[in-house]
């Protein structure tokens, strides 16, 4: 028996030492390769600035980046695709960047910090909303070393120099795919399929806190700026990423009557459900004409690429990155997918380069005070008449909720009329 | 099947065996660790292309190529280590806890509790004691609980525990409603970020060293204890059979329950360790499946405390070196998952040859 098992011992071995000398040979060439794991060919605002600048010195450069999730995730995706563009515009090497998956939002992310920190990148970055407090810890050992942090909030009130947090005016191209939306439930009411007043919206929503608020707030804003009678439903699944349990609640709400859908959760399991009932869908994050060929509409997209670049380039010229960073259409920061021209209503291209347009030039503000109520009375009044909405004063000025201004997160939270929370 | 089939003898012949050399078993174990090290290393070559050498160095450079890894290591081991210590007791009285990750998590819960609560009213070495008394009784709690049903009612512990398990990750979700930072975002985040109260401090300048000696005390506590006192005994008497222990006046019903609050309190302890002592943060995936994997280590010991720090410190070597691997590579971190679960196929597999001996049969020895 000895004999047998000291057999298969060298011929594994045997076959481990000829596999592994004969892949050394491409070693530099196959495993530098796969390192950049999403393909660098589909950013294309990268064209431009192909050639590195002159006067910083890029060699010394070296970037950490702590993703939640990896590349099977639209959300990572997206961040991925925002470094491989800053990599690109900046002509670093791929060995100058280190990027850590799946990282939890525990202890995993302060090791993912302090060994990224330790391996002496110049600046991190995590992309997870519960990664922050992890990244502060970090930030306090390290002061040598710039934190940026998406999605976060406390930056600032950390007094913690080297922390930053950044996040985009996502809710601007939110606006826009509310838009798109609203235009469908006009063809569908034109057509005399529904009536007016049946031109409800579902949302699919991952928790109540104001980053989902502003997001489906600004959502149903662009529906209504179009079809003023649209009224919307929103469920959550108290995840970010959970398939099924989208797909479950993309399913109550059109059996409850929504006739569009739309979600602020990672995965396709809503645009599945939708493409299987035929309702038209509004995705996020990635185009989702691959799950839902015949439903998708479009996907309110961000593009990190703008800001990498900028924050890894403000350390090669040695200028500080902004504490809060939050930009939209004008920064080329937000977008929406292409048009599915198979689902969306006739006209829609036309429209929606119009709110692009007003959204970029700051005529339209997508938080116009004018264009909706809370509690029946408009928001400037519950400001000065209600104490519960005191702490809003700050936000709002000129006509219109100051969003992402104060701080780049998301602030706005509050439920406005027409829109319904359904709680299970 | 024809005449000449029936008479063939099988090629291959498996039989217990009577007993094993200490040698020839360690032999066995250390050709499976060889080999499950080979197919490890011919798993990534195949995802990544590389040569398994570079691969190997990449993974001790993850695990202990840096001072700080090297503690992030020790620190894995240590709660690896002590929640198969706390198993020990329970196992070897033939109880199958596999409920340590709801201990853990109700210990985890105790702790964040009183860390958010107690935090800014006493001085931290008081407030730690009660965090190791408060952890360990929630895990004592949620172990006497399937105890006593089994010890009145018979019921099934490994069922039992095992559904525990999901109740205990409920009333985490339910307390992180109440505790979640900032409020919807699901999540806790640091506590008492600012203050560290509540947080293991450095001892002898080790960040980790409050770990290390916490676990290690409890691992040498329960080694006595099982070795040389009385109760330890009577455990290992209800273990071989409950009848002999009745026999010999040994009160069953009392042995079970005692055994699994040691158990169940020494897993909540697990949970301090984690929540106090490393991460400062409760969720759902505070356990993280540790619970399951110390059952392994605890068995594959043999409930031998230097065994279980060795098992745990080759899993959690393999594990942190597989992490490095993923973000070298480009890999994400399921590969540190593909690791593990070879590595514990050959391990545990081994036992069998351990146990059973395979013979091949050539035609020399004749046909009867």
């Known amino acids: 028996m000895k004999k047998v098992v000291s057999l298969l011992l060298l011929m594994a071995m045997a076959m481990t030492l000829v596999v592994g000398c004969g892949k050394t040979n491409n070693k530099n060439t196959a495993g530098n390769a796969t390192e950049p794991t999403q393909a660098a060919t589909d950013t294309p605002a990268a064209t431009e600035e192909t050639t590195p600048e002159a006067g910083g010195d890029v060699s010394g450069i070296k970037v950490g980046v702590i993703y939640i999730g990896d590349e099977n995730e639209g959300y990572t995706a997206a961040h991925m695709a925002g470094i491989d563009e800053m990599i690109a515009a900046l002509g670093l090497s791929a060995d100058q960047v280190i990027e850590k998956t799946t990282i939890g939002e525990d202890e995993a992310a302060y090791d993912a910090a302090v060994d990224l920190a330790d391996q002496g990148c110049n600046i991190i970055f995590a992309n997870s909303f519960g990664h922050e407090t992890y990244m502060m810890q970090a930030a306090a050992e390290f002061p040598e070393v710039q934190f940026c942090h998406a999605t976060g909030y406390q930056a600032k009130s950390s007094g913690l120099p080297n922390m930053h947090n950044y996040f985009t005016a996502v809710y601007e191209s939110r606006y826009v795919s509310g838009v798109v939306a609203g235009l469908k439930l006009n063809e569908m009411i034109e057509k005399g399929d529904i009536t007016a007043d049946q031109a409800k919206m579902g949302y699919v929503g991952a928790f109540p806190y104001a980053e989902v608020v502003s997001g489906y707030t600004a959502f149903y804003l662009g529906a209504k700026s179009v079809c003023p009678s649209v009224t919307m439903e929103v469920q959550y699944t108290n995840s970010w990423a959970d398939m099924a349990a989208e797909n479950e609640v993309a399913k109550s709400l059109i059996a409850n009557g929504a006739k569009v859908i739309s979600q602020h959760a990672d995965t396709t399991g809503a645009p599945t459900a939708c493409e299987e009932a035929g309702v038209p869908v509004v995705g996020y994050n990635v185009d989702m004409t691959s799950v839902a060929p015949n439903t998708a509409l479009t996907s309110a997209t961000i593009n990190w690429g703008p800001y990498y670049t900028y924050a890894v380039k403000s350390i090669i010229d040695g200028t500080p990155i902004a504490t809060d960073w939050c930009q939209g259409f004008a920064d080329g920061a937000v977008g929406t997918s292409p048009l599915n021209e198979k689902a969306v209503a006739a006209g829609t291209a036309e429209k929606v380069a119009e709110v692009e347009a007003a959204l970029k030039d700051g005529s ?42 104060v701080i780049s997160a998301p602030a706005f939270e509050l439920r406005i009329d027409g829109i319904t929370e359904l709680t299970k | 099947m024809s005449k000449e089939g029936a008479n063939k003898e099988v090629f291959l012949r498996m039989s217990k065996r009577d007993s094993i050399s200490r040698t020839k078993a360690w032999t066995i174990r250390l050709i499976a660790i060889a080999l499950s090290l080979i197919v490890c290393a011919l798993v990534i070559v195949f995802i990544t292309n590389d040569n398994p050498i570079q691969v190997y160095l990449g993974i001790i450079d993850g695990a202990i190529g840096k001072k700080r890894r090297m503690w992030v290591t020790i620190r894995e ?67 006497v609980l399937p105890a006593v049903f089994k010890a009145y009612y018979n019921t099934n512990e490994t069922l039992f525990t095992l559904m525990l398990n999901y109740v205990a990750m409920q009333i985490v979700t339910f307390c992180i409603v109440f505790w979640e930072n900032p409020t919807g975002s699901n999540t806790v985040g640091i506590i008492n ?147 593990t679960g070879v590595l514990l196929f050959f391990l545990i597999g081994c036992e069998f040859f351990i146990n059973y001996k395979v013979e091949f049969r050539g035609n020399k020895k004749g046909v009867q």
């Open chain 2, 193 to 339: 970020g600012a203050t560290r109260k509540g947080w293991f401090q450095e001892i002898f300048g080790m960040q980790y060293g409050l770990n290390i000696i916490v676990v290690l005390i409890m691992t040498v506590g329960v080694y006595l204890y099982m070795r040389h006192s009385k109760q330890g005994y009577e455990i290992a008497v209800v273990g071989e059979s409950q009848n002999t222990a009745k026999y010999a006046g040994i009160n069953v019903k009392k042995v079970i329950i005692r055994t699994m609050m040691i158990s169940g309190g020494i897993c909540g302890l697990a949970g301090s360790i984690i929540v106090s002592g490393a991460s400062h943060t409760i969720s759902t995936s505070t356990a993280d499946g540790r619970g399951f994997t110390a059952i392994i280590v605890a068995w594959m010991s043999k409930f031998n405390p230097i065994a279980m720090l060795a098992v745990s410190a080759f899993l959690v070597f393999m594990q942190q070196g597989s992490i490095q691997i993923a973000s070298q590579y480009g890999l994400n971190e399921n590969a540190s998952d593909i690791i």
């Open chain 1, 364 to 405: 339209l503000k997508v938080f116009d005070t004018s264009t909706f109520t809370v509690q029946n009375s408009k928001l400037e009044d519950l400001i000065t008449s209600n104490a519960d909405f005191a702490k809003f004063s700050a936000y709002v000025s000129d006509g219109y909720f100051h969003e992402s201004e």
């Open chain 2, 77 to 143: 081991i240590m709660t690896l280590l002590i929640i198969a210590v706390g198993l020990t007791p329970a196992f070897k009285m033939r109880f199958w806890n596999i409920g340590a990750e709801g201990q853990i998590l109700m210990g985890g819960a105790a702790t964040a509790a009183v860390m958010i609560y107690f935090g800014n009213s006493m001085p931290n070495w008081l407030l730690l004691l009660i965090i190791f008394a408060a952890s360990s009784i929630a895990g004592m709690l949620w172990g």
